[in-house]
């Protein structure tokens, strides 16, 4: 398994569009979880599921935020209307539930004008 | 949620050994202390959890005393590929609460 891939890598985008980003976990890993990690930060937790359900979705940002993992494979984060407030990086994790270790993946950073 | 405080940043030298301390004063009973390394533009990586006293892998050892209040990340003869922030998490072993990174402490290995 190559680990860990989230598209894009980098996203421009202006002020005011709808961002969509993809995150495939590791093949056998049930959970996936998403951040958002600003400069000098440590990454800022942002919703988890196991398989598909979504387990902890409060500490989505706003409304604007939202994540699905439809079959329980890969997930999406859509920001809608974006602000210049959301650019940072967007990161993406995965982890067997049994296990403490969450494997991250790349990440995609935004950059909204 | 238990609060950690660590050290905004550390320097050494190559080879030297690393000790980086964590405060968890309010850790639940119930509550593990994993540690992770982040390097410019990746995603952190696992390095170490532990519950009580102490735990060695083959990358870093985790020191944790009776009261489990505080906790230390020793790496052994850091190298400059050490250079990076690392974090201390404290909840339950696998679930949801043991989520929160804080600011990490950024260690900075000299030649």
């Known amino acids: 398994d190559t680990g860990v891939s989230q598209d894009p890598r980098h996203k421009i985008t202006k002020r005011g569009q709808n961002v969509t980003f993809r995150c495939d976990p590791i093949s056998e890993h049930n959970r996936l979880y998403w951040y958002r990690q600003t400069l000098g930060q440590g990454p800022e937790f942002l919703t988890y599921?196991?398989?598909?359900?979504?387990?902890?979705k409060s500490r989505l940002l706003s409304d604007r935020f939202s994540a699905e993992r439809p079959k329980g494979s890969f997930s999406t984060l859509e920001i809608q209307r974006t602000e210049q407030g959301d650019s940072a990086m967007y990161l993406c994790a995965s982890s067997d539930s049994g296990a403490p270790e969450q494997y991250f993946g790349p990440g995609t950073r935004l950059t909204v004008t | 949620l238990a609060k950690t405080t660590q050290p905004i940043s550390m320097d050494s030298y190559e080879g030297q050994e690393v000790n980086i301390t964590c405060s968890h004063n309010n850790i639940a009973t119930n509550d593990y202390i994993t540690w992770y390394q982040q390097f410019p533009s990746q995603g952190p990586r696992f390095i170490i959890q532990?519950?009580?006293t102490k735990v060695t892998n083959e990358v870093a050892s985790l020191f944790i005393p009776a009261d489990r209040k505080s906790s230390t990340l020793s790496l052994p003869r850091v190298s400059l590929s050490d250079t990076a922030v690392y974090y201390c998490?404290?909840?339950?072993?696998?679930?949801?609460?043991?989520?929160?990174f804080g600011t990490g402490t950024r260690l900075t290995v000299i030649p």
């Open positions: 532990g519950y009580k």
């Open positions: 599921f196991q398989n598909e359900a979504q387990l902890e």
């Open positions: 998490l404290v909840g339950d072993r696998t679930g949801a609460n043991n989520l929160f």
